[in-house]
């Protein structure tokens, strides 16, 4: 069984991110660089978001403070090689199914300790191997 490949990151009214913006991820390296406040964080948290549901350091009942200031609700979809997810952030609640919460056990399964591996479009890294390598 193959992982789905990431495709592209559309985020609109999330963060820092005003207005939408269309990230393509299906590349065998993505950079995102910019300036502070730019948004770089913001784009890895809608990433977040739309794989886990959460958002790392975002208590559930503060997730009003992850819609754009000024807009009503910020909205993610990612899309895949095989579907979509789309996330709708309205007020404290955050609306939609996370991929990881719906995909078969070997595609969120843990990464060996000793190597580095793709998962998901995403390299996970251990302490014990630092090399990074292009996908296969």
Excluded: Q, Y
Aim: glycine share 10%; with cysteine; aromatic share 2%.
């Amino acid at each position: 069984m193959t992982s789905p490949d990431l495709a592209t990151l559309t985020i609109s009214n999330f963060r820092s991110v005003g207005g939408t913006v269309a990230i393509p991820l299906n590349a065998p390296v993505v950079l995102i660089h910019g300036a502070n406040g730019a948004g770089k964080s913001s784009v890895m948290s809608a990433l977040e978001l739309a794989l886990t549901g959460n958002v790392s350091g975002v208590d559930p009942t503060d997730r009003e403070h992850l819609v754009h200031r000024g807009a009503r609700r910020g909205e993610i979809t990612l899309v895949t090689s095989t579907e979509g997810v789309d996330m709708v952030v309205d007020g404290p609640r955050a609306v939609g199914s996370p991929l990881l919460d719906r995909t078969p056990p070997a595609f969120s399964s843990s990464v060996a300790s000793s190597s580095s591996e793709r998962l998901a479009g995403c390299w996970r890294f251990t302490r014990t191997d630092r090399r990074a390598t292009g996908p296969r």
